[in-house]
Each structure stands twice: as structure tokens, then as C-alpha cells.
């Protein structure tokens, strides 16, 4: 079992729905928690991060996380053109280094 | 403007042909890390130090060296290149171990 796995994609949304990426991971003491957004050829950016259980809301985007499930998920309201890119689940372990998945493109046509 | 600078953008070498990638970082971070990401494979991490003179390895370390004897550079040594090392590397660096990752602009390798 690989140790953050993520929807294997791609995602395909029309411009305005809701797009929902989901993340397992299987370290159970993991405790840090974020989504990062790339761009084809660019760096990975940040744009949410969890540590505890329930619901986080920043904009469009909220992330979801149940430890017990061992689970986060992103979900991004209105999806924009703009947001088609690759989204990279990652979780830091009781080592304090970052584990990522593959990632899940994401596709919003207009 | 706090960033992570990785040189060269772009780099295409021959086999054997010892090169090394240089990162820093202006944020006085305690933690830097190097990832390559490849095709289907995502990021996967190189090596990772968590403070000066502290490094270690991640999950692909064969085939590379670093070094952390200032807080603000870790270079990415390859010794002797191999084409199975063509790959985007990623430099990153976090306040501490547990705090998200800031990310240089990537190094494209080709390795002939």
C-alpha cells in the first residue's frame, strides 16, 4: 500500500461545479496535513492545510480530514477554468518529513 | 521577497559528467528537502536535512550527495550521472520539519 494515495484522475468538471479530490493515507500518527495546487511545468504551491479533525474553509476551497478513516479530502466550489492543474495530496509523518501522492489532474471546461 | 532560488532552470549533461543542482532559501528556515518528480511517480524525496549539518536520506537517495553546511544553502550533488536521473527536481524548504514546504522553481535534468 503505497503510503498517500489519491485518485488516480484525471477529473473532469464543467466550469462551476463543485470538484471533490479525495487522499488516503496510511501512516496513523500522521498529524500535518496539505493540498498543493501545480501548474504543467511549475512548482508545486500550497493552498490549504489541515491538522484536525472536521472541516477547514479558505474561499472556494475547503478540506476535509477524518483521522480515524484516515482520510482528506479538497473540495473546490464554482471550479474556474483556472483551476485546472494538478492537485498533490501530502502528509507529514511522526519524522517530520513530507510524504506526497501522485496527484490528480483536474480539468474545468469552460 | 522570501523564496527558495534552485539554479540552473535547466540542465543537459552527459554521462558521468559530475554536476551539482544549488538551492536557497531567504526565510531563515530550519528545514530543506530535495524531491525529483517523474510521470505517474509524483514527488519523491531525495534527501532532507533538518538543520545544519543534519541530513538524511529519503526514499530515492542512490546516485546523489548533500550537504547542509550553511542554514540557508543545500546543494544536490550527482557524482557521477546516469540517465535513469533525468527527472524535475524540487528544492523545498519549511520553517520546521512539521510546517508546509516552500518550493524553488525546478531543475529540468537530462542526462545523455
Known amino acids: 500500500q503505497k503510503e498517500v494515495e489519491q485518485n488516480s484522475g484525471p477529473l473532469s468538471v464543467p466550469e462551476g461545479a463543485i470538484a471533490s479530490l479525495n487522499c488516503t493515507y496510511s501512516?496513523?500518527?500522521?498529524?500535518?496535513f496539505f493540498w498543493y495546487r501545480q501548474y504543467s511545468g511549475k512548482s508545486p504551491e500550497l493552498i490549504m492545510s489541515?491538522?484536525?479533525?472536521g472541516d477547514k474553509e479558505d474561499g472556494r476551497f475547503t478540506a476535509q480530514l477524518n483521522k480515524a478513516s484516515q482520510y482528506v479530502s479538497l473540495l473546490i466550489r464554482d471550479s474556474q477554468p483556472s483551476d485546472s492543474a494538478t492537485y498533490l495530496c501530502?502528509?507529514?509523518?511522526?519524522?517530520?518529513?513530507?510524504?506526497f501522492g501522485a496527484g490528480t489532474r483536474l480539468t474545468v471546461k469552460p | 521577497e522570501a523564496q527558495v532560488t534552485q539554479n540552473p532552470r535547466y540542465l543537459i549533461t552527459v554521462t558521468g559528467k559530475k554536476l551539482t543542482v544549488t538551492c536557497s532559501q531567504n526565510m531563515n528556515h530550519e528545514y530543506m528537502s530535495w524531491y525529483r518528480q517523474d510521470p505517474g511517480l509524483g514527488l519523491r524525496q531525495i534527501y532532507y536535512?533538518?538543520?545544519?549539518?543534519?541530513?538524511d536520506k529519503g526514499d530515492v537517495p542512490e546516485g546523489y550527495k548533500v550537504s547542509r553546511k550553511e542554514k540557508r544553502n543545500f546543494p544536490l550533488i550527482l557524482e557521477s550521472p546516469s540517465p535513469n536521473q533525468t527527472s524535475l527536481y524540487f528544492c523545498?524548504?519549511?520553517?520546521?520539519?512539521?510546517?508546509?514546504?516552500?518550493f524553488g522553481n525546478g531543475t529540468r535534468l537530462t542526462v545523455t
Open positions: 501512516d496513523r500518527v500522521s498529524q500535518s
Open positions: 501530502a502528509v507529514i509523518r511522526i519524522n517530520y518529513d513530507m510524504r
Open positions: 489541515i491538522y484536525s479533525n
Open positions: 523545498a524548504s519549511s520553517f520546521q520539519g512539521a510546517s508546509p514546504l516552500h
Open positions: 536535512s533538518m538543520n545544519v549539518e543534519v541530513t
